[in-house]
């Protein structure tokens, strides 16, 4: 049991480059989550999943895409990566809606992305 | 949507006092409310929760109390030990339940 895998841990991009930053968690998690947390700052949802082809926006959506194809993974696309897009990136997962039990987020280890 | 205050940004404290973080909301519907702590470099972790049919919640060192009429909840750390330097962050879950929404966190020193 890996809880929420993240690749890559750490990538730098060159301005107007794409990247896919990979998701993948097996608890059998309906409920995943892309957050950002740029330096010394709190963390803004991007896109989260209620499950397998569903997807919403958060807070940031901007310059960012998602797909869930299946309830393991959760990919996050960075199209034209700009440098305000340099951040920490967390995916995080749960099983039922966090608000409904109390069950808090499983997260990812991160990726820092770095646009230069 | 949920906007979740934090206070202060910054804390310091010595070795064996007691550290306390504040938070508001604005969403009254928010029924459930945690905090994580984030050590350097490291994934934000679980410490604590509360959800609102509770006051107040121990364990251990750590509590953490709600007041839902004032929309406030608070984390208490007593006995502080320097492990505990980290930042901590609260969070709450806003009207759907479907996701937090965090507080811009609070940075935690413990002087020896």
């Known amino acids: 049991n890996a809880g929420v895998t993240q690749t890559p841990k750490f990538r730098i991009l060159k301005i107007g480059q794409s990247m896919t930053l990979q998701c993948a968690q097996d608890?059998?998690?309906?409920?995943m989550y892309w957050y950002r947390q740029d330096p010394g700052m709190g963390l803004k949802l991007i896109y989260y999943?209620?499950?397998?082809?569903?997807?919403d926006k958060g807070e940031v959506p901007n310059g960012y895409n998602v797909s869930r194809s299946t309830t393991e993974d959760f990919p996050l696309r960075l199209e034209l990566a700009a440098p305000s897009q340099t951040s920490v990136y967390f995916c995080?997962?749960?099983?039922?809606?966090?608000?409904?039990?109390?069950?808090?987020?499983?997260f990812g280890s991160g990726t820092r992305l770095t646009v230069v | 949507g949920e906007n979740v205050e934090q206070h202060p940004s910054t804390l310091s404290v010595q070795e064996g006092d007691s550290a306390v973080i504040k938070c508001t909301y604005s969403?009254?519907?928010?029924?459930?409310f945690p905090w994580y702590k984030q050590e350097l470099g490291k994934r934000p972790q679980l410490i604590i929760d509360?959800?609102?049919?509770?006051g107040e919640k121990k364990d251990q060192r750590i509590a953490v109390t709600l007041n839902k009429t004032a929309k406030h909840f608070s984390l208490h750390i007593t006995e502080t030990q320097p492990e505990d330097s980290a930042v901590y962050f609260c969070?709450?879950?806003?009207?759907?339940?479907?996701?937090?929404?965090f507080g811009g966190g609070t940075r935690l020193m413990v002087k020896p």
């Open positions: 995080a997962s749960s099983y039922i809606p966090t608000g409904a039990m109390g069950y808090g987020y499983t």
């Open positions: 608890m059998n998690h309906n409920y």
């Open positions: 999943s209620v499950g397998a082809g569903i997807t």
């Open positions: 969403d009254s519907a928010s029924n459930y």
């Open positions: 509360i959800r609102s049919n509770v």
């Open positions: 969070a709450a879950s806003g009207n759907a339940g479907n996701m937090l929404t």
